[in-house]
């Protein structure tokens, strides 16, 4: 299972970095929010393992690699980028900000991983694009990887701590909502979130992450004035409007089948 998860995350990151050039990344400054907190997480990924090689650890090398493989990124990083990964412009800094952020991932992994799994880590060399500094036949002759301190971001760090509870809370409800059959998946839903004082005011602030993080239709945060004794109260809905054909979100405003959003990139 753990080996199959490694080879599915490489596979979905090779899969969506085949127009990319690693010799023309996305600067950090211009990545957006969430590459920026995936990129604190490779960070301590190559921390981890580095102090793991050195104690000969390798179970917890094994664990921190899946750890990073199956919670960082399968089941959060990877699944919302895709939205910006299929329906951006191919060549918008949205687009290849994400694929920055996914070869920066790839290539430190295939390093990380290549004296547990040689030969794997190997073929998916084999497959990756290099910069010229980094052309060689094989990972064993390349660098390991060390960490970057721009990357240690504290405050987005802590910031999407606390994003990342929110969603875990979402999730539960928006199960419960398709186990009822009230949607289809996520992107059917529209969410009301109930929140007062500080979590409130968190959660307004950062109402456009939120919604690209639940990767819902709709979502509006409202202040729980019934003082219920959960202070985060979740409603789901199913979202009002029609589907989009190209990004399935659903919209009161479609033309010939395609939210604004949609539109515009395609006019482009």
Excluded at 6 to 25: F, S, V
Excluded at 123 to 152: C, F, G, Q, R
């Amino acid at each position: 299972m753990f080996y199959r998860k490694i080879r599915n995350t490489a596979r979905y990151i090779l899969g969506n970095t085949y127009d990319y050039d690693p010799e023309k990344p996305v600067a950090y400054e211009d990545l957006q929010e969430i590459d920026k907190w995936a990129l604190t997480r490779l960070n301590k990924l190559i921390k981890d393992c580095t102090k793991d090689y050195d104690t000969y650890s390798f179970g917890n090398c094994y664990h921190d690699v899946n750890q990073f493989c199956v919670v960082d990124m399968s089941s959060f990083y990877l699944d919302i980028i895709k939205d910006r990964l299929y329906t951006e412009k191919a060549d918008s800094v949205a687009r290849r900000a994400a694929q920055t952020t996914m070869y920066y991932i790839l290539d430190a992994l295939v390093k990380i991983l290549t004296p547990m799994i040689s030969f794997t880590a190997e073929e998916i060399w084999s497959a990756m694009k290099h910069t010229e500094k980094e052309n060689v036949e094989s990972p064993m002759l390349a660098d390991y990887p060390v960490p970057n301190d721009e990357w240690d971001n504290k405050e987005i760090a802590e910031k999407w701590e606390k994003i990342i509870k929110v969603k875990n809370i979402v999730a539960k409800d928006l199960e419960l909502a398709r186990a009822e059959k009230t949607i289809g998946n996520s992107l059917d839903a529209k969410v009301t979130i109930y929140a007062e004082g500080e979590e409130y005011k968190f959660l307004k602030e950062n109402e456009e992450l939120i919604k690209l993080v639940l990767i819902v239709s709709g979502l509006e945060i409202q202040e729980n004035n019934r003082k219920q004794e959960e202070k985060l109260g979740v409603k789901v809905e199913h979202a009002t409007g029609e589907k989009c054909e190209r990004c399935w979100m659903y919209n009161d405003h479609l033309e010939d089948g395609l939210c604004p959003r949609c539109k515009e990139v395609l006019e482009k």
